[in-house]
C-alpha cells in the first residue's frame, strides 16, 4: 500500500522540510526496499531538503533520491524538460549525489508515457504571461518552465511522450516540427530553431534511454512484487491542482489524491496513508485571492524569519496566518491520515498567533471554501486568537520539548481540522522533524 504526501494549504511549495519516519529519506530504516515516486507537475514545483548539513533542490526528481538504497520513479503525469533534468542532476551530483548508472540499473526510473516540455514551450509561456497582462491587466504568475502549454498539448493530443522520442527518430521529428509551426502560427513572434532543439534531443534520448521503463508494468511490479515501502510525492499543493485550486490560479495538473492514480497508474485501492504537509502558517507565491494574507510587519516576520523564496522562481512568498478552512478543504478532497505540521519555529517570537477558523459572506458564516476568486476575495476571515510561546523551540526533540502553549496551538489545529498530527517541524534539518507517534 502507498504512503502519498500532498502539499495542504495554497503554499507553492514545500519549503525547507524532510521527514524521519518510517518512509524517512535515508537508508538502513528497513531491509524492505524503498520506492518514492513522483506523480505529477513538471520543473516548475521545487522541493528543498536538507540532511546531513547539506541542502538540495529538488523539481523533477523526487525527493527520495537521497536515499541510495531507494528506487525513485517519475510517473507518467510528470511532464518532462529533459535540459532541466539533466541539469538538476549536474547540480546534484555536485553535492554528492550519484543519479545515473549507464549500466544495468539506474537509481532514477522515468515512465515513457511521460510528456515532453519542449524549449519552444517555455517560450510560449512566457509570451502567454505578456498577452494576459496587456489584455487582462494581470497574469497567472507561472513560473515561465512550459508547464501550463505542454499539459495543452498533452490535452490536445498534439504532445510527444518520452516513449516517442526513444523509438521512430524521423517519426518523432515530423510530429516535433508539426508542432512547433502549431505555435508559430499562434505566436508569430516565437523564434524556434528547429534543427537545432532536434538535435539536441536526439544526444539527450541516448542519455535517458537507460533509464526508461514501462510504467504501467513498473507500478505493477513495484505492488505485487516482494513487499516494498512506497511512498508518493505531490508537487505543488492542494490549492493549486487544476480542477479544486483557486483557479485560474493553479498550475496545470492534479495534485490532490486522484493524481496518484492517474499520474502513476495506481489502481485506488492501493492507496494507504495520506500525509497532508501543512506550515504552521499559510505562504503563497504569485497572485489569486489570499484570505488570512497579512500585508503588515506580521507578513514582513514570516517571510523573513521562514526565508520565504521560491524555491524555482526565487520571488518572495506572501505570507499570513494558518488558514484551517483551506486545510479542512484540502482534507475534504484528500481524506488525510495524519498532518505534518512544518516550520512551528517560525512563530517562536510572536506575543500572540491567530488561526483562521472560518470565513463570513456578508455577515453569514459559510460553511465551504468558495470557488470563485471573486467572492473568495470579499470572504472576512474569523480568527481565533491564542498567546505566543515567546521560547525557541529549535532544540526541541520531543514532544515533551515544546512548550505547553506551543502544544495548544498544535492540539488546536487537530481539533478544528479532525485529523491528528504526526510531525512537528522545528528547523530545517531532519534532526529537526518530532514525530508525536
Given at each position: 500500500r502507498l504512503a502519498v504526501l500532498v502539499n495542504s494549504p495554497v503554499l507553492l511549495n514545500w519549503g525547507l522540510i524532510t521527514f524521519s519516519s518510517d518512509f524517512c529519506l535515508h537508508g538502513g530504516v528497513s531491509p524492505l526496499i524503498l520506492c518514492f515516486f513522483l506523480l505529477q507537475g513538471g520543473n516548475n514545483a521545487g522541493h528543498t531538503v536538507v540532511v546531513d548539513g547539506k541542502e538540495y533542490d529538488f523539481h523533477l526528481f523526487p525527493s527520495g533520491i537521497i536515499n541510495p538504497k531507494a528506487i525513485s520513479f517519475i510517473g507518467n503525469g510528470v511532464v518532462i524538460h529533459l535540459p532541466g533534468l539533466f541539469e538538476e542532476a549536474e547540480k546534484n551530483e555536485k553535492k554528492g549525489l550519484i543519479f545515473f548508472s549507464f549500466l544495468l540499473w539506474s537509481p532514477i526510473v522515468s515512465s515513457g508515457l511521460s510528456v515532453a516540455v519542449f524549449d519552444f514551450h517555455q517560450a510560449v509561456d512566457g509570451l502567454q504571461e505578456v498577452q494576459r497582462q496587456a489584455q487582462e491587466g494581470k497574469n497567472i504568475g507561472t513560473t515561465k518552465k512550459g508547464i501550463g502549454p505542454t499539459y495543452s498539448s498533452k490535452a490536445a493530443r498534439t504532445g510527444l511522450r518520452i516513449c516517442d522520442l526513444l523509438s521512430d527518430f524521423d517519426e518523432f521529428s515530423s510530429r516535433f516540427k508539426n508542432l512547433a509551426q502549431q505555435y508559430k502560427s499562434m505566436f508569430p513572434t516565437l523564434d524556434v530553431d528547429i534543427e537545432g532543439q532536434l538535435k539536441k534531443l536526439k544526444g539527450y534520448a541516448e542519455k535517458i534511454r537507460p533509464m526508461v521503463q514501462d510504467g504501467v508494468y513498473f507500478m505493477y511490479e513495484a505492488l505485487h512484487g516482494s513487499?516494498?515501502?512506497?511512498?508518493?510525492?505531490?508537487?505543488?499543493?492542494?490549492?493549486?491542482?487544476?480542477?479544486?485550486?483557486?483557479?485560474?490560479?493553479?498550475?496545470?495538473?492534479?495534485?490532490?489524491?486522484?493524481?496518484?492514480?492517474?499520474?502513476?497508474?495506481?489502481?485506488?485501492?492501493?492507496?494507504?496513508?495520506?500525509?497532508?504537509?501543512?506550515?504552521?502558517?499559510?505562504?503563497?507565491?504569485?497572485?489569486?485571492?489570499?484570505?488570512?494574507?497579512?500585508?503588515?510587519?506580521?507578513?514582513?516576520?514570516?517571510?523573513?524569519?521562514?526565508?520565504?523564496?521560491?524555491?524555482?522562481?526565487?520571488?518572495?512568498?506572501?505570507?499570513?496566518?494558518?488558514?484551517?478552512?483551506?486545510?479542512?478543504?484540502?482534507?475534504?478532497?484528500?481524506?488525510?491520515?495524519?498532518?505534518?505540521?512544518?516550520?512551528?519555529?517560525?512563530?517562536?517570537?510572536?506575543?500572540?498567533?491567530?488561526?483562521?477558523?472560518?470565513?463570513?459572506?456578508?455577515?453569514?458564516?459559510?460553511?465551504?471554501?468558495?470557488?470563485?476568486?471573486?467572492?473568495?476575495?470579499?470572504?472576512?476571515?474569523?480568527?481565533?486568537t491564542m498567546p505566543g510561546w515567546k521560547t525557541d523551540t529549535t532544540g526541541a526533540r520531543k514532544w515533551e520539548d515544546l512548550p505547553p502553549k506551543a502544544q495548544n496551538y498544535i492540539r488546536c489545529v487537530e481539533n478544528h481540522v479532525g485529523v491528528p498530527v504526526k510531525w512537528v517541524g522545528v528547523g530545517k534539518s531532519r534532526e529537526s522533524m518530532i514525530q508525536l507517534f
Amino acid at each position: 500500500r502507498l504512503a502519498v504526501l500532498v502539499n495542504s494549504p495554497v503554499l507553492l511549495n514545500w519549503g525547507l522540510i524532510t521527514f524521519s519516519s518510517d518512509f524517512c529519506l535515508h537508508g538502513g530504516v528497513s531491509p524492505l526496499i524503498l520506492c518514492f515516486f513522483l506523480l505529477q507537475g513538471g520543473n516548475n514545483a521545487g522541493h528543498t531538503v536538507v540532511v546531513d548539513g547539506k541542502e538540495y533542490d529538488f523539481h523533477l526528481f523526487p525527493s527520495g533520491i537521497i536515499n541510495p538504497k531507494a528506487i525513485s520513479f517519475i510517473g507518467n503525469g510528470v511532464v518532462i524538460h529533459l535540459p532541466g533534468l539533466f541539469e538538476e542532476a549536474e547540480k546534484n551530483e555536485k553535492k554528492g549525489l550519484i543519479f545515473f548508472s549507464f549500466l544495468l540499473w539506474s537509481p532514477i526510473v522515468s515512465s515513457g508515457l511521460s510528456v515532453a516540455v519542449f524549449d519552444f514551450h517555455q517560450a510560449v509561456d512566457g509570451l502567454q504571461e505578456v498577452q494576459r497582462q496587456a489584455q487582462e491587466g494581470k497574469n497567472i504568475g507561472t513560473t515561465k518552465k512550459g508547464i501550463g502549454p505542454t499539459y495543452s498539448s498533452k490535452a490536445a493530443r498534439t504532445g510527444l511522450r518520452i516513449c516517442d522520442l526513444l523509438s521512430d527518430f524521423d517519426e518523432f521529428s515530423s510530429r516535433f516540427k508539426n508542432l512547433a509551426q502549431q505555435y508559430k502560427s499562434m505566436f508569430p513572434t516565437l523564434d524556434v530553431d528547429i534543427e537545432g532543439q532536434l538535435k539536441k534531443l536526439k544526444g539527450y534520448a541516448e542519455k535517458i534511454r537507460p533509464m526508461v521503463q514501462d510504467g504501467v508494468y513498473f507500478m505493477y511490479e513495484a505492488l505485487h512484487g516482494s513487499p516494498k515501502k512506497i511512498l508518493v510525492e505531490g508537487a505543488n499543493a492542494a490549492l493549486l491542482d487544476i480542477d479544486f485550486g483557486t483557479y485560474p490560479f493553479v498550475t496545470s495538473s492534479n495534485c490532490t489524491i486522484g493524481g496518484v492514480c492517474t499520474g502513476l497508474g495506481v489502481p485506488p485501492q492501493h492507496i494507504g496513508d495520506v500525509y497532508g504537509v501543512v506550515k504552521a502558517y499559510t505562504t503563497r507565491v504569485g497572485i489569486g485571492a489570499f484570505p488570512t494574507e497579512q500585508i503588515n510587519e506580521i507578513g514582513d516576520l514570516l517571510q523573513s524569519r521562514g526565508h520565504e523564496w521560491g524555491v524555482t522562481t526565487g520571488r518572495k512568498r506572501r505570507c499570513g496566518w494558518l488558514d484551517l478552512v483551506i486545510l479542512k478543504y484540502a482534507h475534504m478532497i484528500n481524506g488525510f491520515t495524519a498532518l505534518a505540521l512544518t516550520k512551528l519555529d517560525i512563530l517562536d517570537v510572536l506575543d500572540e498567533i491567530k488561526i483562521g477558523v472560518a470565513y463570513s459572506l456578508g455577515g453569514k458564516r459559510i460553511p465551504y471554501f468558495p470557488a470563485n476568486q471573486e467572492i473568495l476575495q470579499k470572504v472576512e476571515v474569523e480568527y481565533e486568537t491564542m498567546p505566543g510561546w515567546k521560547t525557541d523551540t529549535t532544540g526541541a526533540r520531543k514532544w515533551e520539548d515544546l512548550p505547553p502553549k506551543a502544544q495548544n496551538y498544535i492540539r488546536c489545529v487537530e481539533n478544528h481540522v479532525g485529523v491528528p498530527v504526526k510531525w512537528v517541524g522545528v528547523g530545517k534539518s531532519r534532526e529537526s522533524m518530532i514525530q508525536l507517534f
